[in-house]
């Protein structure tokens, strides 16, 4: 079971409270999220574009302006290349689109996850070349692409880098660590050890978007102060879609583009995203970051997956609504096949581990040859879900062997890579995901050494549920609920708040829903007061934990409508009924014990 830790970090809630007008309650979940200082409360509550980092903090960020704007004055082509994800596709859209209106002739292309692999290739040079393209930018890759970029100079291009990922190194003897940037004419990566600019972790699309505005910048007299707002604020929707697809850390800089670019999509003038919300099901007005990351946003990684990218982009680019919904619907239904191999794929995963022992393993290696290479990562990250572990998926390629890890909080995938660097064809990555190419022979070697260098205890492994508060149900109002607004969008970084209570008494309950998935309860926290609780999560489950604790007969009569007394200690998020036109409280069960 879980282990429950209430968090214990101190400050003057009440002052904070009084400061900022908000509950002591907010002020305590604020301090939890290590936002401290007073210019930083404010900027979490408040904070607006303003408050955006300047892009010229970006090493290279002026001399990777200063080249595209002789480039486009000298009438080169150029030619962005990006990756087949939804923040590489972004990042693509958003350049794009940002050196046509600065009058570049340019165009994209986008590699094919399995003809191309990830990332820079010297054939993706050699057709560059002979299509007359002058200069390369890349946006969310190139930072690993040395050999390549060494071969675009040597064939007379010029290669702009834009990326977000870990800079490639060699530790030496003494233990330091020597960084390989690419030679490129200019390499702009918050990563690179000295660029200082403020918030490190930023995705590929918001290293291109920043690219832009310095761009609009450069361009000043030639795009109307006008246009280059009204560029802006569609680019910064589509950094932020971006942003949460990539599961950066919503804090920060981060979190104030997927605010103010979820304020943009809820009027967005893209076409392409309205038809995307609209085939989804997704209403305007009320999209959040869980619709991006869980809804809209698996349905742009999907054709990257299974198909071509490009579809993705073009539905960025679509102009007319008939066009976007078409490839709306196209996206979806790529999306639907995905989810059926992805149940599948984690069903086979989940039978080799238990068949070959792989329990056992502290970082889980699992080779399925036959699963689409495409699903590597999505199956990695449900069997660390399942498991609790470091996991790397491993499947049959074209050229060898092509796999995806996905980690834990106390596992930093991309450096533990890097000492197993002997066994890869190529790699890369960062802390909580990375990919890798290797060679067949080498499977059964590198799930040894990867476990040999492992230094996670059982310990670090054990799952731990941090509470921001124990609260009890009586605290709970209308207004506190629509303040928790203020600490919106949730996601990695920023976390839901998570409440605690304990000896909560469940005094009634149904089952509910059109599969018959949801639990409805009315609970009771012993003080007079009255609650209806609802549970989203794994009723089985849930039913075998109150038939050990209750008996079979007393929560048979619990879903018989009987009165029964199950006293149950919950973790919980409370949240607003609306039905009927009428509004209540409701309690949102997360876990229990």
Known sequence: ??????????????????????????????????????????????GGKKDLYDPSLLKDMDKAASILKDKIAAGAKIRVIGDYDADGICASYILLKGLTVCGALVDTVIPHRIRDGYGLNEVLMEEALAEGVDTIVTCDN????AAQIDYGKRLGMTVVVTDHHEIPYEEMEDGERKYLLPEAAAVVDPKRPDCLYPCKN???????????????????DVVSEREREELSEELLEVAAFATVCDLMELRDENRIIVKQGLENMRNTRNPGLRAL????????????????????????????RLDTAKRALELLQSREREEAVRIAAELKNLNDIRKEMTVKGTEEAVAVIEREGLRKDRVLVVYLPEVHESLAGIIAGRIREKYGKPAFVLTRGEDGVKGSGRSVESYHMYEELTGCKEFF??????????????????VDAFRKKINEKCQLTEKDLEE????????PLAYISKGLIEQLGLLEPFGAGNVKPVFAQKDIHIINGRIVGKNRNVGKY??????????????FGDLEAFHDFLVEKAGEYMVNRLYQGERVDIPV?????????????????????RGYQ
């Open 202 to 220: 930023i995705c590929g699309a918001v290293v291109a978007f920043k690219l832009v505005q310095q761009l609009l910048h450069e361009f000043c």
């Open 1 to 46: 079971m879980a282990q429950w830790l209430i968090a214990a970090k101190r400050a003057d809630f009440q002052g904070i409270a009084e400061k900022y007008g908000i509950d002591p309650v907010i002020a305590r979940l604020i301090r939890n999220r290590d936002i401290i200082e007073e210019e930083d409360i404010r900027k979490y509550l408040t």
């Open 142 to 145: 190139g930072i690993a692409a």
């Open 464 to 471: 731990k549920i941090h509470i921001d508060v124990a609260m």
């Open 569 to 589: 200690s919950i973790i919980y998020y409370p949240d607003i009924n609306r039905y009927g036109g009428r509004e209540s409280v409701q309690i949102v069960m």
């Open 425 to 442: 064809t190529k790699y890369g990555g960062h802390k909580m995901a990375a990919g890798l190419s290797m060679r067949e022979g080498d």
């Open 277 to 304: 919300m609209e085939v989804c099901g997704v209403e305007r007005r009320q999209i959040s970051a869980y619709h991006i990351g869980f809804i809209l946003g698996p349905c742009m990684n999907a054709t990257g």
């Open 522 to 535: 009315g609970i009771t926290d012993g003080n007079g007061g009255f609650y209806d609780m609802v549970y």
